[in-house]
């Protein structure tokens, strides 16, 4: 028996949440994000606001520009993702098999629910926007490849204007290549933009152009990524709804307004990213053994460096003296700063020998988990260390 494959994506989502707190920006162009000012870029943006070219990702500046009457709304990231996890509370009630992939965006697996699919997708598209007043788009296909493309063809196809797209897309099993065939080939998983050039130039423009071609062929061009473009053309994606998501990384970026060249404001922010980062492997009880520190100069040139530390870790303080030691390895003295980032990987469950000469990092370890608690009772400022 084929998969049923639903994929939920909810329209525009930081600005419908903002909706909710305030209705009277329903139907108005405005943006979530940061000042144009300042560097802000659009985070999200309403419908009335796309329609003016506006998009995410934009620099704020050039969205004013596009539009100077455009609403700005600073982005509150906590309410955002307490909604969403109201949102998956309810996928979740239908099934156990949910595969959330952002903040945004879910993928179901159906297949053994027993209800008519198209009606129960319907109920649960109504139920999100009735109970919780927020829009979604919703495609329904046997694997993830098509259902997720399924979503966007009903986002695209809707004729609404300035308003949600309520997207609702089936794609019946047995007609996924057919469904496809007539797409543009960069809505295919897997067609960057230089992908994309390189088909073009072979006159290839439609996932069904891709289709035509012999395997062999696609496998010649582009490697073992010429395989994956030729079953995704037919359809194919065998790929299980996954239910566990490992946590690889754990990090902390702060884009500064104005470039900082002082050193003991750089260090300042890398102790308080090495806080964060450090209280968010203690709460979900990980440790770390790399140490990344990203930087961006005032030209836009990034770099990363890591290090990887003798054994793992929780403790913001070692977290934070690599994070120093790295920055102080690639930055030339004066050098302004764009953007810095700490971050953790080689993430993985803690593992604590306590030994006789370990009593002082233990205690330290237990001393740290209270001022966690009292963090998150009565909010970070409350306590810290001297």
Request: aromatic share 6%.
């Amino acid at each position: 028996m084929p998969r049923t494959i639903l994929h939920l994506d909810l329209d525009a989502f930081y600005c419908s949440v903002e909706e909710t707190q305030n209705p009277q920006l329903r139907g108005k162009p405005f943006a979530v994000g940061g000042k144009p000012n300042e560097r802000g870029v659009v985070a999200s943006c309403s419908y009335a606001a796309r329609a003016l070219g506006i998009r995410s990702a934009m620099p704020m500046s050039r969205a004013v520009r596009l539009y100077r009457e455009l609403i700005i709304v600073p982005g509150r990231h906590s309410l955002y993702s307490e909604y969403s996890q109201k949102v998956m509370e309810k996928l979740h009630n239908l099934t156990p098999l949910v595969e959330q992939i952002s903040i945004d965006e879910a993928f179901l697996d159906i297949t053994d629910i027993q209800d008519d699919k198209p009606r129960l997708a319907l109920n649960l598209q109504r139920v999100i926007q009735t109970e919780l007043n927020l829009p979604s788009s919703i495609g329904i296909a046997s694997n993830k490849l098509v259902a997720k493309i399924a979503t966007e063809v009903g986002k695209k196809s809707s004729k609404k204007k300035n308003e949600p797209p309520f997207g609702f897309t089936v794609v019946p099993a047995g007609d996924e290549a057919q469904f496809l065939a007539p797409l543009p080939a960069d809505m295919l998983w897997g067609v960057g933009p230089k992908t994309n050039a390189r088909l073009a130039e072979l006159g290839i423009h439609t996932i069904g152009d891709i289709a035509s071609w012999p395997e062999k062929e696609l496998v010649s061009l582009f490697g073992e990524n010429g395989r994956d473009l030729w079953q995704h053309a037919h359809g194919i994606d065998n790929r299980p709804v996954s239910t566990e998501s490992e946590t690889k990384s754990i990090s902390q970026e702060t884009t500064y307004n104005v470039d900082v060249s002082d050193e003991k404001t750089l260090e300042k922010t890398l102790r308080e990213q090495a806080r964060d980062v450090a209280r968010q492997l203690r709460k979900n009880d990980l440790t770390g053994k790399t140490v990344k520190v990203k930087l961006r100069w005032s030209d836009f040139t990034t770099i990363t460096r890591q290090t990887t530390l003798p054994t793992s870790t929780d403790n913001e303080d070692e977290i934070f003296h690599a994070a120093v030691k790295l920055m102080k390895a690639v930055r030339k003295p004066n050098q302004p700063v764009r953007l810095i980032g700490v971050g953790v990987s080689g993430i993985g469950a803690p593992v604590r020998q306590l030994s006789l000469w370990d009593v002082g990092s233990e205690k330290s370890r237990k001393l740290q988990e209270v001022v966690d608690q009292l963090q998150d009772k009565y909010g970070k400022g409350v306590i810290r260390k001297g």
